[in-house]
């Protein structure tokens, strides 16, 4: 059976079953019966959150239609949880209590209930994007796919200095104001000076004569702007394309940011050519016949493109519907989201608890990396 979401319907209890059964009112061994999953999102086209959200939703559909030809049976619950909601009304609603699996919520505020809730009642929770509270480290039903900016800066320093321990790092200020990339700029220069490395800073108006000062002959040079904006990688692009001119001997990776994914498409050959790494939790190939099957398979299903972004969020929900549902049937309430079942197609999970009494957050940290023969490789740490 397939289901269509489509805008202006009532969604505030819509059910999408690709089982026939009735939901049992006792919660039996899920590896047994249908993996019963609920979403509480905001489901709407009122705003981006709703229209966001919806294509999250539509790729938790696509990924149960894919578990049921694996023999995987899924009841599906979705609740149409706004940012003004009650979350506590919508729990009140029949099957709430019933589910194995919860997606949501979206917004921070409406955590804490839905925390109480799922401890009451044994439900995994996944919260799949961004929140700002402290739930994961009280709460053992929480799984927090979101990692913050501050976590992700200290793994990609930490990481930085286990794999370029040999380059000459080179840092280029980009003159851009409102970068919000100085806390990894001068955590990674801070940590440098504190283990004793060299490194070089220039300017991206610097005449020729100072740029190249800042290069060395004697080990890879890694070179790290202080902006993740493009027009200011074009410029570095022409910076260090005329110094390769000139002293053809020099040996330039480039260290990015995971905002360089949205540029991609026009920058692969300077990706490649500059031995480009891309500090990500996720990575999308395109031209993947996986890829390609759900972007057909979600233009057919709801007569629509899915949206352009990093990452995708069709394909997001894809990704956390399999990896979870699949874990459920397999290990059943065991499963604790330290292993993948299989691969995923855009985001790999691994969950770690939080504390000794908390939750579990996923704690997946990759570089994306164009080599120079022209394959992409991911580097998992």
Same mark, same amino acid.
């Given at each position: 059976?397939?289901?269509?979401?489509?805008?202006?319907?009532?969604? &505030?209890?819509?059910?999408?079953?690709? $089982?026939?059964?009735?939901?049992?009112? #006792?919660?039996? /061994? *899920?590896? +047994?019966?249908?993996?019963?999953?609920?979403?509480?999102?905001?489901?709407?086209?009122?705003?981006?959150?709703?229209?966001?959200?919806?294509?999250?939703?539509?790729?938790?559909l696509l990924a149960v239609?894919?578990?049921?030809?694996?023999?995987?049976?899924?009841?599906?619950?979705?609740?149409?949880?706004?940012?003004?909601?009650?979350?506590?009304?919508?729990?009140?609603?029949?099957?709430?209590?019933?589910?194995?699996?919860?997606?949501g919520p979206l917004y921070?505020?409406?955590?804490?209930?839905?925390?109480?809730? &799922?401890?009451?009642?044994?439900?995994? $929770?996944?919260?799949?994007?961004?929140? #700002?509270?402290? /739930? *994961?480290? +009280?709460?053992?039903?929480?799984?927090?796919?979101?990692?913050?900016?501050?976590?992700?800066?200290?793994?990609?320093?930490?990481?930085?200095?286990?794999?370029?321990?040999?380059?000459?790092?080179?840092?280029?200020?980009?003159?851009?104001?409102?970068?919000?990339?100085?806390?990894?700029?001068?955590?990674?220069?801070?940590?440098?000076?504190?283990?004793?490395?060299?490194?070089?800073?220039?300017?991206?108006?610097?005449?020729?004569?100072?740029?190249?000062?800042?290069?060395?002959?004697?080990?890879?040079?890694?070179?790290?702007?202080?902006?993740?904006?493009?027009?200011?990688?074009?410029?570095?692009?022409?910076?260090? /394309?005329?110094? +390769?001119?000139?002293?053809?001997?020099?040996?330039?990776?480039?260290?990015?940011?995971?905002?360089?994914?949205?540029?991609?498409?026009?920058?692969?050959?300077?990706?490649?050519?500059?031995?480009?790494?891309?500090?990500?939790?996720?990575?999308?190939?395109?031209?993947?016949?996986?890829?390609?099957?759900?972007?057909?398979?979600?233009?057919?299903?709801?007569?629509?493109?899915?949206?352009?972004?990093?990452?995708?969020?069709?394909?997001?929900?894809?990704?956390?519907?399999?990896?979870?549902?699949?874990?459920?049937?397999?290990?059943g309430d065991k499963f604790?989201?330290?292993?993948?079942?299989?691969?995923?197609?855009?985001?790999?999970?691994?969950?770690?608890?939080?504390?000794?009494?908390?939750?579990?957050?996923?704690?997946?940290?990759?570089?994306?990396?164009?080599?120079?023969?022209?394959?992409?490789?991911?580097?998992?740490?």
């Amino acid at each position: 059976m397939r289901h269509y979401l489509r805008y202006g319907v009532l969604i &505030a209890l819509m059910a999408f079953t690709v $089982v026939n059964n009735v939901m049992a009112t #006792n919660k039996t /061994d *899920v590896r +047994k019966r249908e993996v019963r999953v609920g979403i509480l999102l905001p489901l709407h086209d009122v705003d981006g959150d709703g229209r966001r959200m919806v294509e999250f939703y539509r790729g938790i559909l696509l990924a149960v239609d894919d578990l049921k030809k694996e023999g995987i049976s899924v009841d599906i619950h979705a609740w149409n949880v706004n940012i003004d909601a009650d979350i506590r009304q919508t729990l009140l609603k029949d099957g709430a209590d019933k589910c194995d699996l919860i997606f949501g919520p979206l917004y921070t505020k409406q955590v804490p209930q839905l925390a109480e809730f &799922a401890k009451a009642y044994g439900i995994k $929770v996944v919260i799949p994007f961004s929140i #700002n509270g402290d /739930d *994961v480290t +009280k709460c053992p039903q929480i799984y927090q796919v979101y990692q913050s900016p501050e976590q992700l800066n200290e793994k990609t320093i930490k990481n930085f200095m286990g794999r370029f321990a040999d380059y000459h790092p080179v840092f280029i200020d980009c003159n851009d104001p409102d970068s919000k990339k100085g806390p990894f700029t001068k955590g990674l220069r801070q940590l440098l000076d504190s283990k004793g490395v060299n490194y070089n800073i220039t300017n991206l108006t610097s005449p020729y004569e100072n740029f190249v000062k800042a290069f060395t002959l004697d080990k890879p040079n890694i070179v790290i702007l202080n902006t993740d904006r493009s027009p200011e990688l074009t410029s570095a692009y022409r910076k260090l /394309d005329e110094l +390769k001119r000139n002293n053809s001997a020099l040996k330039i990776s480039m260290f990015g940011y995971t905002e360089w994914l949205m540029y991609e498409r026009n920058n692969m050959a300077k990706f490649v050519e500059y031995d480009t790494y891309v500090p990500s939790t996720f990575y999308l190939n395109i031209s993947a016949q996986k890829t390609q099957t759900l972007l057909q398979d979600y233009n057919r299903w709801f007569h629509a493109p899915m949206m352009e972004a990093i990452p995708r969020f069709a394909i997001t929900g894809y990704d956390q519907a399999c990896f979870f549902i699949r874990g459920l049937h397999e290990y059943g309430d065991k499963f604790d989201g330290s292993k993948s079942v299989k691969p995923s197609v855009q985001t790999p999970y691994r969950f770690e608890r939080v504390g000794k009494n908390g939750g579990y957050q996923n704690q997946v940290f990759q570089f994306i990396h164009y080599n120079t023969n022209g394959a992409i490789s991911i580097v998992n740490f």
